[in-house]
């Protein structure tokens, strides 16, 4: 069951490349953790004048800990949001950390259809989507699910294809690895705990106005 701490408003930060854009938009909007820092291992901030609490997660975990408001809002890839699944409000699209989830394989690999690829390995942190993207597409695939550095996994032979986040391109280009087919793009979502944006609706909805208005370039009242 949630219960919720009246006091604080509860922010949680996913660890990784989402984290620095964040604590900075969050901080131009007037929501400052002052000592909050990814290289810190302090998991959560108290700002107590202005009565927020920030948490910071692992990536994949933040929405389960804003489903069960542990947090009462939190910032997350869509990507992630997607996989996990959790019962959680999408509030605004932050037009932050745009990146793209793809198939790749290595270079050599590359095959002229998807079809092609029937029955290989794919590595990824990203298993349900994977597994939805090839089922859509009526191929059968083993998927193995890891954690991360997945463009590891065809250079060492655990798998043939990934699937698996594209920002800057830097690490396929590094790792010889071409995508073929692109699956979804993504963005950075503002996402409340069901219970928490009605119980402290006016604190919550003056932070998405702040953030809204930030994000979008425009004033909001
Ligand atoms: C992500 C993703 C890729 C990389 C893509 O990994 O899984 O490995 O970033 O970024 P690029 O296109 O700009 O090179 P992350 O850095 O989050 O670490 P991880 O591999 O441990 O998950």
Do not use: W
């Amino acid at each position: 069951m949630t219960s919720v701490d009246m006091e604080y408003l509860t922010i949680a930060l996913p660890k990784g490349k989402l984290f620095k854009p964040s604590v900075d938009l969050l901080a131009k909007a007037g929501y400052r953790a002052d000592s909050v820092s990814e290289s810190s291992r302090k998991l959560i901030i108290t700002n107590e004048e202005a009565k927020l609490r920030f948490i910071i997660t692992k990536t994949a975990d933040l929405p389960t800990y804003v489903e069960y408001g542990a947090a009462d809002i939190g910032i997350i890839g869509k990507d992630v949001l997607l996989e996990e699944e959790r019962d959680v409000y999408e509030l605004a699209d932050l037009k932050l950390g745009l990146c793209r989830l793809m198939v790749a394989v290595p270079e050599a690999m590359r095959q002229p259809k998807l079809s092609d690829y029937a029955h290989m390995r794919v590595a990824t942190k990203y298993p349900k989507i994977a597994e939805a993207f090839f089922h859509s597409h009526g191929i059968q695939m083993e998927i193995i699910r890891l954690n991360g550095s997945i463009e590891l996994a065809p250079m060492v032979g655990l798998a043939e294809l990934i699937v698996d986040i594209v920002e800057t391109g830097r690490t396929l280009k590094e790792n010889h690895l071409t995508e073929i087919a692109q699956i979804h793009t993504a963005t950075a979502r503002l996402v409340a705990n069901r219970v928490s944006f009605k119980m402290k609706f006016e604190r919550i909805h003056a932070l998405v106005s702040a953030v809204k208005a930030l994000s979008e370039g425009v004033g909001e009242a």
